[in-house]
């Protein structure tokens, strides 16, 4: 069986039978479990997960060695002597220490998109993958499903606001979102370092954090004092202008913030002209 979620986001347990594009030549029954080669199995291209404990993987073969394979796997064919993984990965890398030939499996007619989504709802309702991993989950649904950030943390049971701060964390360079993933810095010392602008100072943060073991009250210091000596772009002065002017350029500026907040990444900016005050703002497009 499919996790329950999985009906959140559109996904059956069965194929539409009208649907001539989710029929292979062979009809399977989708409660059916068929032994299928190891070897002819491959990792689902489309796992969330970028780190396989070998000592867990390990536990795991000891296990399924002692008990037998208590749950199938769930793959998909992709050609008449290969399948590709939909759920179940960490049993199948566990089943090929123990060198057995064949693997218990249900087979299930599912597209890319299905694949896809199965893999990462899996995996975030197991709660093992690092926060990388989760808010890299998050952006591939938002993404396959169209969906807002409301909604997708409607369809997984949490908070909007822990969604958008999870996902604000892929703003984050490479080597710092490798540093969360290595358990070399927690998700707090990254989300502190959201708000060192430049690229470089944050890199030098980041060695400095590893090095000296800082913690994360020690970096938010840190972080303190490099913006502090960091020059600030000021905003026009509101000279001359009236209550109600003034009450508005502040509701606009503080309305930027709280969608900044959310993890959108607006770009800004404030002109002060001889006759108008000016707000450009860009909004990055959704990626295709």
């Known amino acids: 069986m499919l996790h329950p979620f999985s009906r959140l986001f559109g996904l ?9 594009e989710n029929q292979n030549e062979e009809e399977y029954n989708p409660d059916e479990i068929m032994q299928v080669p190891v070897g002819s199995i491959q990792p689902n291209r489309y796992q969330p997960r970028a780190i396989f404990n070998d000592e867990k993987i390990s536990e795991l073969a000891q296990t399924l060695h002692t008990h037998g394979m208590i749950q199938p796997i769930v793959l998909r064919r992709l050609n008449e002597e290969q399948f590709e993984i939909i759920a179940g990965e960490r049993r199948w890398r566990a089943v090929q220490t123990l060198e057995w030939e064949t693997i218990p499996a249900i087979i299930r007619d599912m597209d890319d998109t299905q694949t896809a989504s199965v893999a990462l709802i899996e995996n975030l309702q197991r709660e093992e993958l690092t926060v990388i991993e989760e808010a890299r989950a ?16 409607q369809r997984l049971g949490k908070n909007q606001s822990t ?9 984050l360079p490479q080597s710092v979102q490798q540093a969360v993933m290595n358990k070399e810095i927690t998700e707090r010392h990254a989300r502190a370092l959201i708000a060192v602008k430049d690229e470089e100072k944050q890199s030098k943060l980041l060695q400095e954090i590893i090095e000296k073991q800082l913690n994360v009250k020690q970096t938010e210091d840190r972080i303190s004092k490099i913006n502090d000596d960091t020059p600030k772009k000021k905003k ?3 000279k001359g202008v009236n209550k109600d002017m003034r009450i508005a350029m502040n509701t606009i500026r503080q309305s930027l913030d709280m969608v900044t907040d959310t993890g959108v990444d607006l770009e800004t900016n404030e002109e002060d002209h001889e006759d108008y005050y000016q707000f450009t703002i860009k909004i990055p497009k959704k990626k295709s």
């Open 138 to 153: 998050y952006a591939r649904l938002l993404e396959i499903h169209e969906l807002t950030q409301e909604a997708l943390a």
């Open 163 to 171: 969604v958008a701060n999870k996902l604000r964390l892929l703003k």
């Open 12 to 20: 059956g347990d069965k194929s539409d039978p009208n649907n001539s």
């Open 236 to 238: 026009p002065k509101l």
